[in-house]
C-alpha cells in the first residue's frame, strides 16, 4: 500500500534552516510528481512545492520562492523540501503529497519559526 513518511521538522528561529524529507512506498516512485502542502492553525492548506516524476520539473508557491528548493532522488524513494531563511509565517504542518487516483497524505510533521 502507498505510504508517505515525513520527517525533519522541529523548531527553528527566524533566518534559519530546516530539511524535511518524504519517504516513499508502495507504488512506481518515479512515475508520480511529489507535492509539499503546508497547513496552518485555521489557515487552508497551502501548496509549498511539487516536482516531477524525473526531477526536472518543479513549482513553488509564491510565498516560498526564493527561498525553499524542493529535490527527489528517485533510487531513494525520497523527496526533500529545502528550506532557508524561514520567517514565522512559515510555521505550519508540512506533508507530502502523492496524486493518483486518489489522493495520499503523510502524517505530517511541525515546522515552528520562532525566536
Known amino acids: 500500500q502507498v505510504q508517505l513518511v515525513e520527517s525533519g521538522g522541529g523548531l527553528v528561529q527566524p533566518g534559519g534552516s530546516l530539511r524535511l524529507s518524504c519517504v516513499a512506498s508502495?507504488?512506481?516512485?518515479?512515475?508520480?510528481?511529489i507535492s509539499w502542502y503546508r497547513q496552518a492553525p485555521g489557515k487552508e492548506r497551502e501548496l509549498v512545492a511539487a516536482?516531477?516524476?524525473?526531477?526536472?520539473?518543479?513549482n513553488y508557491g509564491d510565498s516560498v520562492k526564493g527561498r525553499f528548493t524542493i529535490s527527489r532522488d528517485n533510487a531513494k524513494n525520497t523527496v526533500w523540501l529545502q528550506m532557508n531563511s524561514l520567517k514565522p509565517e512559515d510555521t505550519a504542518v508540512y506533508s507530502c503529497n502523492l496524486r493518483r487516483s486518489r489522493m495520499y497524505w503523510g502524517q505530517g510533521t511541525q515546522v515552528t519559526v520562532s525566536s
Open positions: 516536482i516531477s516524476g524525473t526531477g526536472g520539473t518543479t
Open positions: 508502495g507504488f512506481t516512485f518515479s512515475s508520480y510528481a
